[in-house]
Each structure stands twice: as structure tokens, then as C-alpha cells.
């Protein structure tokens, strides 16, 4: 392991920011101070704010083949149109978990959650193959296969009409079993990579998936990952499903916990804000993706006030369509201030930050490790450079980076002390001949046809009033 | 004027795609059609789509100076901090002048409207220097003195209170005798130097300046550009100040018109609704400055149903904080997603095309010159390249375009005809000397404290509730 001393960077101090050296050791930060000895390689800090990295706390890597082409649709008929056309080939899998983690972390993001989709009768192959394209690129990856055992026509609400779906292709037995097998051949913490149990979320998961999920995170100290009332129809659905509020219902079957984090939410209400202030469950918040499907805005400024843990994804590319952590946290800050009129709740740049380093370590139980410039920590660490167009003339460095559209400001980046982007470029991997591969292997086209849509939009239209 | 053909270059056809040449003939558009004769210098289009110069048709150049270090305020208060730090000298105004031209172009815009805040005592001074700015860049300028005849407390509403405001500084015969003297030196439509009349608002100008300025838009042809109920503040204020509404009142003073474009329009009912559509006014979109501000989110769907001519803008610098046009298009067509729940409502990546490209240049008269890839339009220009990491894999460019965080993505610009990107690099000025000049002239700062803020919050939080 390469040791290092940063110095005479710029890192935020109290309410303001402080110069200062730092050493790195081990793959942890061994101090932080003013006129440090150089221990390792010196690196030139100047100009410079180094941050703890941030977590893109949500996507899917896969959907990256479909960025900009999914029509502009609300998730359910989007849910049917992606699988329709997702990619089937364990190359292309390969290739959009390469993409996925060089845009998180060139907009800062050095832990990526992603809730893969896997490829049927393919599954173990397609989680091996996401493991080792982020083993590539260095990055640090919580890899949480996403599972289902109800067929998609499920995910919309009945309504007035007796609907009937298809049983799922795979029982519910045969699934854990294929997340308990990934667990004992990938689940690797001390080397960045993470197996967490994923059920996609009550839409499409029976309590026995759940439970069955809930058991594994017992036995094996995984964390917890699920989509949460993403929409209006998921909430109707709920009420179908359970009678109560899909939180309550998670809550009263033990799915809730300190190292759950639970993507969207965005149709909850008071009673299960303080269930999840009470869980210590964490939101990931993903305002473009809840924006681009006309999902919601989710309550992030109730919890905030609730205390409730907040931190950021991009969800995948086929509903946002960027891998751009930057974009979502100023996004996922500023978007709130049109919910409450009194400014002083309001998230500041430096909230946002902490949301995104901080709390993303937070819902992935690994605060004590990550999440922030402390001595002991981790060094997953970026240094941006503040003289870039896009962030001058000077003012506030944290305030230029949340709030502008920082363009090529990752100059350096280090997970575990292992520096995998230098002078702004991936080290670890060949992002020229990245492109190239995703050039070749698709082609500019703007029409096609989604058979499931067809089928079930008259459906979804009657039961959401439309 | 140099001629030239673009060769083998895609461009949006009917609801497809075709790969075209397209020559460009003493500034205009001349041909569009497969294999065309080169006339001039040939450009390879290979791989690039080509489309309309957009238009950022709301900003104020001025306000990058104090980007990122804003206050989390809404308008009324941060209007306040604005002022008490605006810069002062001429040489700054040049310099963000540059700045915002220059993050204009490499985000697709070929046109600004420069809602130009006036050094007082300095005003034709700072219209001059902003004119040689923009002459320098290259880019299409509509510089719109921001003039007011009110002080700055009378924008906040009375509410129970008898409020007193001192008496503006200037008299509004001298600010008109400003503008027309401007128009007179520096109104040259036909080199791309634009003044129009700007009275920034209902919440700062009397009748009689509005009144003058629609004089002075009658006898030069020049167009009106205002502010419009960014906040709910206004909305409150046009009931103290008239008993109706801003936008009734602005239609029977006769400042209304197919050349009047009026910024933000978050707070209207759809009575003001119909009358933007019966006066043919333009809105222009601010989507990132209304959400930092929490100003609210504009009905732009409803405006889009009654047919309401809608462009974007940037805004300034100090309420966005970046001049990324393709970041404004992306939010302000995401946005309105949470606002109707019928998807069929929702504005496509084409729309958001037309709405940034022909949407402007209706907006400032010109549409019969601008704002369409169309034979005998003036070549106003973007070529974007299809092979950048952010807009891959290949699926529709324009929803890439739109929907993704394009980075690096304009290859080329023509203004009239005249390149002035080429290979991603403005080519009519330094750039990096440009840099160096803004991080030169700022320092990194954290605090500052504004005394007019301190003297009107306690009464803003009295009058808006808080």
C-alpha cells in the first residue's frame, strides 16, 4: 500500500475552511494538520479542496444501455418498456458497471450502490461480472442484486378490476438461494466489495422474500437495500396489498433497521417518517430519477426535521439519464426549498455535502469507517480543483461545487488509500477504449415499441384516474 | 464571411433522424440535403448531431462574482445580500460578461439576453464594456439594461405595516434618457448587438418607466424583457400596488406584446395565463434559479396547453449557480413531471429542443432568422459530439442530449456564420487567460454579513408569515 501526504489543501473546518496537510497511512488518514512531515509520495494540494467521497447510493448499472431513449413515461409503463429491451449479455453487464463507476467517480463518488438487475438463468454470472468491473476500477461497490418473486403486471394496483398475474418465473426459495451463494463468493468488506440483500420493494416482493432477505442480513451482516413508495400507484398498492402503509407493514414484518436504506420515498406520511426516524432506516433520495418519471418530490426537508438519514443516488441511467452524483446532490438540495416557505430549513452546500459522504456511510453501517476527513478513517478521498472555469472566480469552494455544474473538477481520487483517478483521469482502466466498446455495441435509433406497454396502458391509465 | 459545409452530420427530420451536409453560405443556411457539393471549407459531421443555437434568454451576466457564496435566502432577502456586494468595476463586468458568454456556448446556447445590472453613475459605461465583451466572444447578444425607478425595500409587500422606502436615486426620465442614448450607441441588430428596454419589474418600477420603455420599443423596434411574479411575495405586492393582478395590470398599460419576454411567470392564475396567450408575451423559463430561490415551481405545462410561447433561461450566476444551458433545459423540462399526472402532458427531449432554439427566437422577434435548421435561416449553429462517454451508448442523441449531464459535448459554434468553437475550444478569446483573470480578482471566502438583510428580514418573515 502506497503511503501519501496531501498538502496545503484546502478541507472544511468548523463552519469554515482550514489549510492544511494530510497524511495518509495504510489506506487510512493517519493526520490532519498545517506543515505535516511528507510521509509516502507528496501530493500538491494547492488550489485544491479535498472531501471525503461521496456514495451513489441508488442506481442500476445495467440501464445504462438505455440511457436517453426510455419514453417519458411514469414507472410503471417505464418498468415495462426497460425490460422489454434490457440488455441479456453479460458483456454489456460488464460494460455499464465500467461506465457507472467512472461517471460517479468523476463527479465524486467513490462507493457506488448498485441494486443490479440480473439476467435470468444468468444470475451469478451477471453479479461476478458487476464485481469484477468494479474490482477494475477500484471503486468501493455495495452490490445488491435485485430480486423479486412477483411477476411485473403485479406492480400496478387492481383497483376496481379483479386482476390476475402470471406467477414469477423463479420461487422464492431458489432466489435466496442464488444471494446466499453470491454472498459466500463475493461478499469481500475489506476489499471493497459488498454483497447486500435487495428485494426490489413491496410491489413486486412476498413477506417470505422479505423475510427471506431479512434472515440472510442476520446471519451474514449484510445491509439491507429496496426501492420505498416510489410512486402514488405504489401507495394505492399498498393499501391493496396489506391494508396499512407499505412503512408499516416493512416495520411490523422486521425489514426496517440501522442498515437498511430505502430508495425514493416519496409517498410517505407522518406516521411513517417517525417509523423510519425510529428504524433508523436511511432514504436515499433520487430527485432526478423522481422528477424524469414524474414520481413525486420526495419530503426530504421532513426528514431532515425528523432526523431521519438522508444521503443521495442517481438512480439508474435509464431514469435520470446520468451517472452525475454532483447533479444530484445540488438537485436533491435545492429542489426542496420549494416545499417549505421558511428558508431556514433549507438544505445549505455544506448539509448536502455531509448527506452525501457522511450519510451515505451512515446507511451502509460503515460510519465508524467512512463518510468523512477523520483521523482512523478510510481514505476514500477526492480532490477537486478549484481552478476550473466552472468554479470561479472564487468564493465559497463547497457552495461553487453544490451549486454550480462543476464540469472536470475531479482531479484525484483514493478508496482505501489506493488513488484511482490522477490529473483528472481513471487510472485503473482504459475509459478510451470504454467508450469505443459502448460505441460499438449499439446504434443511434429513436423508434421501438414496447409489446408490455401496449398491453397494460389502458390499465394503468383507468386505475389512475387518467 | 468564410463559407463552409458541414458533411455527413445528423439532424433531427420529421419525429427520425437524417445524416445530412448542410451548407452554410454567407452566414446562412443555404442547403440541407444528402450529399451536397462542398462549397467552402468542409467539416467533418461524422458522428456529431447539429442543431439551432439555443437561447439563454434570461441572465445577469454580472452576478457571477458572487456564485457560491449566496446566502440560502428567497429572493426578496438574497436581493438584498446581492446588492450589498455587487461589483462595482467596469473590468468585472467585463470579465463575467466573457465568463457567461463563454459557459453559454459550450452548453449550446449561440445567443444571450443579458439582463444587465448598470453601476450606478458607470451605466453606459457598464452597457459599453458588456458590448465589447460579447463583440469579443462573438456570440449573439441581447443586452437588456436592468433599470428600476423604486428602491429596492418597496419590492417586499406593506402587508399590515405602513412602510416608508426612500425615493429611488435617479428619476425615471433620466434612467429612459440612459436607454435611449444606449440604443443609439450600441443598437446594431444586423452585427448581433441587441439593446432592448428591461424595467426589471412590477415590485421596482412605476408605470411611468414602463410606460417610457414601451415608447422607446415602439419608435427604435426593440424588445421588453421583465422579471414577472418570481415570487409569491409579488404576488401579494401587484395586489397592494394595482388591486389586481401583475400580469392584468401590465396588459392594460399596453406592456405586453409579441416581443415582450418576461422571466419566471411562477405566480400566475389562468386568467394572466390567457392573456399571455392573447398578447403572444413570451415566458422564459428559470428553472434552477426558482428552485435555489424557492421562488416555486412555474406552471409550465398549463402555459405549453394554452399555447404561451416558453424559452429558458439560465438566470443569474448568483441564483443558479452555472450558465449551463443543457443543465436549465434538462430541469426545466423534467420539473413539470410532479405537476400533471397525465405523462401525455410531459415536454419530450424534442420539445425542450424546439422550446430552447425557436421558443427564443420568437421571443426576440427573430424567428423568421433564427432559432431553426432552415434554408435561408441565418447560421446561428451548435455541433455536438455523439462520441463523448456522457452521451454513450448510442440511443436517441437528442434525449441523451437532454435527459443526460452532456460534459464537454459542444464541439463546434457558429454565429452568423462565424465559428467561434471549434474542437471544444472558444477560439475568439483565451479562455485560460480568462481564468486567470477571475481566480486573480476573487479569494476563497465563507462569511460576510449583509446589513440590508439584517435591517428587512424581521419584517419579510412578519409580512410572509414565517
Redesign the interface.
Known amino acids: 500500500m502506497v503511503n501519501f501526504t496531501i498538502q496545503n489543501v484546502?478541507i472544511a473546518f468548523s463552519?469554515?475552511?482550514a489549510t492544511v496537510d494530510v497524511q495518509i497511512i495504510d489506506g487510512a488518514i493517519a493526520a490532519i494538520a498545517p506543515n505535516l512531515q511528507v510521509i509516502g509520495t507528496a501530493i500538491d494540494g494547492k488550489n485544491k479542496l479535498l472531501l471525503p467521497g461521496f456514495f451513489n447510493a441508488h442506481t442500476h448499472s445495467s440501464e445504462?444501455?438505455?440511457?436517453?431513449?426510455?419514453s417519458?413515461?411514469?414507472l410503471e409503463?417505464w418498468l415495462a418498456e426497460l425490460y422489454d429491451f434490457a440488455p441479456l449479455d453479460p458483456e454489456q453487464v460488464y460494460l455499464s458497471a465500467l461506465?457507472t463507476a467512472?461517471?460517479t467517480l468523476l463527479s465524486g463518488g467513490t462507493s457506488v450502490v448498485d441494486h443490479l438487475v440480473l439476467i435470468p438463468g444468468l444470475e451469478l454470472e451477471t453479479i461476478a461480472i458487476a464485481t469484477r468491473a468494479y474490482r477494475e476500477v477500484g471503486i468501493r461497490a455495495f452490490i445488491a442484486p435485485l430480486i423479486q418473486d412477483e411477476s411485473l403486471s403485479a406492480g400496478i394496483p387492481s383497483g376496481e378490476s379483479a386482476q390476475k398475474h402470471e406467477p414469477y418465473f423463479r420461487s422464492t426459495a431458489a432466489t435466496l438461494e442464488i444471494i446466499e451463494e453470491a454472498v459466500r463468493q463475493f461478499h469481500r468488506p475489506d476489499e471493497g466489495i459488498n454483497i447486500l440483500v435487495a428485494p426490489t420493494g413491496i410491489q413486486l416482493c412476498t413477506d417470505a422474500l422479505f423475510q427471506g432477505c431479512t434472515e440472510l442480513s442476520d446471519r451474514y451482516n449484510l445491509c439491507r437495500h429496496s426501492h420505498l413508495l416510489e410512486t402514488?400507484a405504489q401507495e394505492k398498492l399498498a393499501q391493496e396489498k396489506y391494508g396499512c402503509t407499505a412503512v408499516e407493514h416493512l416495520k411490523r414484518i422486521g425489514y426496517l433497521s440501522d442498515r437498511t436504506t430505502l430508495a425514493h420515498c416519496v409517498w410517505l406520511n407522518d406516521a411513517d417518517i417517525a417509523i423510519l426516524a425510529e428504524t433508523q432506516s436511511t432514504v436515499v433520495h433520487n430527485p432526478?430519477s423522481?422528477?424524469?418519471?414524474?414520481?413525486?418530490?420526495a419530503p426530504i426537508l421532513k426528514y431532515r426535521q425528523a432526523e431521519v438519514n438522508v444521503t443521495f443516488g442517481c438512480d439508474g441511467?435509464s431514469s435520470?439519464?446520468?451517472q452525475?452524483l454532483l447533479?444530484a446532490i445540488k438537485?436533491g438540495s435545492?429542489?426542496h426549498?420549494?416545499t417549505?416557505?421558511?428558508?431556514q430549513h433549507?438544505?445549505?452546500p455544506r448539509q448536502a455535502v455531509e448527506m452525501a459522504s457522511l450519510g451515505g456511510a451512515k446507511g451502509l453501517n460503515i460510519a465508524d469507517k467512512l463518510g468523512s476527513l477523520t483521523v482512523g478513517k478510510q481514505a476514500d478521498l477526492v480532490l477537486y480543483d478549484?481552478?476550473?472555469?466552472?468554479?470561479?472566480?472564487?468564493?465559497?469552494?463547497i457552495?461553487?461545487?453544490v451549486?454550480?455544474?462543476p464540469?472536470?473538477v475531479v482531479n484525484s481520487a483514493w478508496v482505501n488509500g489506493k488513488q484511482i483517478v490522477a490529473d483528472g483521469k481513471v487510472t485503473t482502466i482504459n475509459?478510451d477504449e470504454?467508450?469505443q466498446e459502448?460505441?460499438n455495441?449499439?446504434?443511434?435509433?429513436?423508434?421501438r415499441k414496447s409489446e408490455t406497454v401496449a398491453q397494460i396502458e389502458a390499465h394503468y391509465r383507468t386505475v389512475?384516474g387518467?
Open positions: 484546502l463552519d469554515d475552511y445504462m444501455w438505455q440511457r436517453g431513449i426510455m417519458v413515461f411514469p409503463l461506465g467512472v461517471e402514488k432526478l423522481n422528477l424524469r418519471l414524474g414520481s413525486g418530490i441511467a435520470n439519464d446520468s452525475d447533479e438537485m435545492i429542489l426549498n420549494v417549505n416557505s421558511d428558508y433549507w438544505i445549505t478549484l481552478t476550473n472555469l466552472s468554479l470561479l472566480p472564487r468564493t465559497d469552494p457552495g461553487l461545487l451549486l454550480g455544474r464540469t472536470n475509459v470504454l467508450r459502448l460505441f455495441r449499439s446504434q443511434w435509433e429513436t423508434k389512475m387518467l
